[in-house]
């Protein structure tokens, strides 16, 4: 029984012997809490969906354009059994999240803001909605979960939580379903939490590979493993800011893709009244240089001096569109949830986040082939930019990450950046693999001990474990679920 579970995590984790015997303690006990749980019985099966540290092309996503993150080694498993009635009974490790009873009918209805069981829900909507359970026949499940990724640090948890969910009710309901297609499902399924979300973050779960990155492009979903130097490792440090992108950063988010929404239309219109093309496009991707048969370097000298660099108020933009600003807030600055995204006071920074998306894909591109040629110096140097990028014209860094990350090239990252969303979260360090060791020591000192304490009016978030905040990303494969054999 033992050898079973041990040889499925050993190609999942593709980790050392020791690191292996940890990984399958902490499933036998999700699966002895699980017995404990309800009331003895065994699990029938396992199902696991790791987090993501994006490598480079922040932002881009939702916009059409590239991104390259890798799966990592912290994940949510669940261990569960299909139930005869069509409720979903989930028990989680972890006290901070309550136990939660789902109905599995459509449409479920959403708890409060910011509830963990939002994430079940959204992903079982999303299927049912699909149609890919019968609505009449519909078996829910009993779960135990646990999860290791840390929580609103950019590194994906919710939506490796969604995919997890996912995998567990196609499971329960005896349904496959095309991981791409379920990527591309599950990225529209999570909106159900109120952000508008790209489809990096599922894409990846579902779709990464051991030891590799994963250049994902979009629409429609395609992907590519991208080798990584064997000489890199890639270190992740938590600023202890939490960034949780379905609470108070939604606004901030929503803004970012509510001003490249508007970004488009007004390329668009430039684009037209310019050369007579009219393209009809529904993101930033669908006006780069290569579709608009244009160099790039053109087509941002027409952007930039058509729409001008300073900030747009709604009034401005209609004006540029001629539509009124009703019709404007009407038709791009309306969310999923039919609320409309007010007005920044400061006006939208239209050409700063059109800046950001085009470089930041020039980025992905030439990182994909410096990571392929094992260019350890080139693939520092993007970092590098793609961070002073997101901080600049896209404006998700924050004072701590801004420490954290000139700490870690001071102690030895070839490139050091922001990871995921923004606004707190992690940075992610390429740092030689022979110097990590001391990376981690001189960063511990630096930000963890002297930074962290001095700061003392910070809202830093508490850890118990320093191994939780700073630590090395093992590439591990994507999402699956597979039987628990005998009486596991
Ligand atoms: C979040 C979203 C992703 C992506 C990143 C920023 O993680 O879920 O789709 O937009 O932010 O790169």
């Not at 980790?15 to 015997?21: G, I, N, R």
């Not at 498993?77 to 309550?98: K, Q, R, T």
Request: aromatic content about 8%; hydrophobic content about 40%.
């Amino acid at each position: 029984m033992q050898r079973d579970l041990s040889e499925e995590l050993r190609q999942i984790y593709n980790c050392s012997p020791d690191e292996l015997l940890l990984h399958t303690a902490r499933y036998e006990r999700l699966l002895n809490l699980y017995r404990l749980s309800f009331s003895g019985q065994n699990p029938t099966f396992i199902v696991r969906a790791p987090g993501r540290v994006n490598l480079i092309g922040e932002h881009t996503d939702y916009n059409g354009y590239p991104v390259m993150p890798m799966a990592i080694d912290r994940d949510f498993v669940f261990v569960l059994a299909p139930s005869s009635s069509g409720v979903i009974d989930i028990v989680n490790e972890s006290p901070s999240f309550e136990r939660r009873t789902i109905n599995a009918r459509f449409p479920v209805p959403p708890y409060q803001q910011g509830d963990w069981g939002n994430y079940v829900k959204a992903a079982v909507h999303g299927i049912l909605e699909a149609g890919w359970v019968d609505p009449k026949n519909v078996t829910g499940f009993q779960a135990f979960v646990g999860g290791t990724i840390p929580e609103s640090a950019g590194l994906s948890s919710s939506s490796a939580l969604v995919v997890a969910s996912a995998l567990a009710f196609l499971a329960a309901n005896n349904t496959q379903v095309e991981k791409e297609q379920l990527a591309e499902l599950l990225a529209r399924a999570e909106r159900y939490v109120g952000s508008e979300g790209g489809g990096m973050d599922q894409a990846v779960s579902l779709l990464a590979e051991p030891g590799k990155a994963l250049k994902i492009d979009f629409f429609p979903l395609r992907t590519q493993p991208v080798s990584l130097p064997e000489n890199l490792s890639f270190v992740v440090c938590n600023s202890l800011i939490r960034a949780p992108k379905s609470e108070s950063l939604r606004y901030a988010y929503n803004r970012r893709v509510i001003e490249c929404r508007l970004a488009t239309a007004l390329v668009a219109k430039t684009v037209e009244e310019r050369s007579g093309k009219n393209s009809q496009p529904q993101r930033l991707a669908d006006l780069s240089g290569e579709k608009l048969g244009l160099e790039q370097r053109t087509v941002d000298k027409i952007v930039a001096q058509a729409i001008g660099e300073r900030p747009l108020s709604l009034k401005d933009v209609s004006y540029f569109l001629g539509e009124t600003a009703e019709a404007v807030q009407q038709r791009l600055c309306t969310l999923r949830d039919g609320s409309v995204l007010a007005e920044p006071p400061e006006g939208f920074k239209i050409w700063n986040r059109y800046k950001h998306v085009v470089s930041e894909a020039q980025r992905v591109e030439s990182a994909a082939g410096a990571f392929q040629a094992g260019d350890v110096s080139a693939v520092g140097s993007l970092m590098n930019a793609s961070h002073v990028s997101c901080r600049d014209d896209y404006e998700i860094s924050c004072p701590e990450l801004e420490v954290l990350v000139s700490v870690g090239r001071e102690v030895g990252a070839v490139g050091a950046r922001l990871t995921g969303a923004g606004f707190g979260g992690c940075t992610v360090n390429a740092v030689p693999s022979n110097q990590v060791r001391q990376f981690i020591d001189r960063v511990t000192i630096a930000y963890y001990h002297e930074y962290v304490r001095q700061e003392k009016e910070k809202p830093f978030t508490k850890y118990t474990n320093l191994h939780d905040v700073v630590f090395v990303c093992r590439a591990t494969t994507g999402a699956g679920a597979w039987p628990n054999r005998g009486d596991r």
